[in-house]
Nanobody
Framework: VQLQASGGGLVQAGGSLRLSCDASGGTLNNYALVWFRQAPGQEPEFVAGLRWSGGRYAYADSVKGRFTISRDYAKKTVYLQMNSLNPEDTSVYYC??????????????????WGQGTLVTVSS
C-alpha cells in the first residue's frame, strides 16, 4: 500500500484545513488508517485514526471536538478535517496504515506504511 498525503499549508489561528491521504496499491479491507503529527524537536503524536471497514474511530484528546477523520471508499482517501486550529497544531502531519486495527493505535511503531508528511503551519 502506498500513501500520499496532501493539503497542508499556512492558516491563521481559528481557521480550518482539510488533509487528504490517498491510498493505492492494494485493498484496504480492515486496515487501520491514521494520522500522526510531529513538531520540531518533539516526538511523533497520534492525532486520529479509523478502521477502513468501519466501527473504529479514535482521536487524541488534544484534537477531540476540533478534528474529524473520515473516508471516501470510492476514492480510497482518508481525510482529516481540522477546525479551530491553533499554533500548537503546527506540525508535519503524516498518514500511516497497518493491515488491522490495534489497541496500540497510538504507537508509531505499529504502522507498516507511511506517506510523506504535509506541513501545517498555524499563525497566531
Amino acid at each position: 500500500v502506498q500513501l500520499q498525503a496532501s493539503g497542508g499549508g499556512l492558516v491563521q489561528a481559528g481557521g480550518s484545513l482539510r488533509l487528504s491521504c490517498d491510498a493505492s496499491g492494494g485493498t484496504l479491507n480492515n486496515y487501520a488508517l491514521v494520522w500522526f503529527r510531529q513538531a520540531p524537536g518533539q516526538e511523533p503524536e497520534f492525532v486520529a485514526g479509523l478502521r477502513w471497514s468501519g466501527g473504529r474511530y479514535a482521536y487524541a484528546d488534544s484534537v477531540k471536538g476540533r478534528f474529524t477523520i473520515s473516508r471516501d471508499y470510492a476514492k480510497k482517501t482518508v481525510y482529516l478535517q481540522m477546525n479551530s486550529l491553533n499554533p500548537e497544531d503546527t506540525s508535519v502531519y503524516y498518514c500511516a496504515a497497518r493491515s488491522s486495527w490495534t489497541t496500540n493505535y497510538r504507537q508509531k511503531s505499529e504502522y507498516d506504511y507511511w506517506g510523506q508528511g504535509t506541513l501545517v503551519t498555524v499563525s497566531s
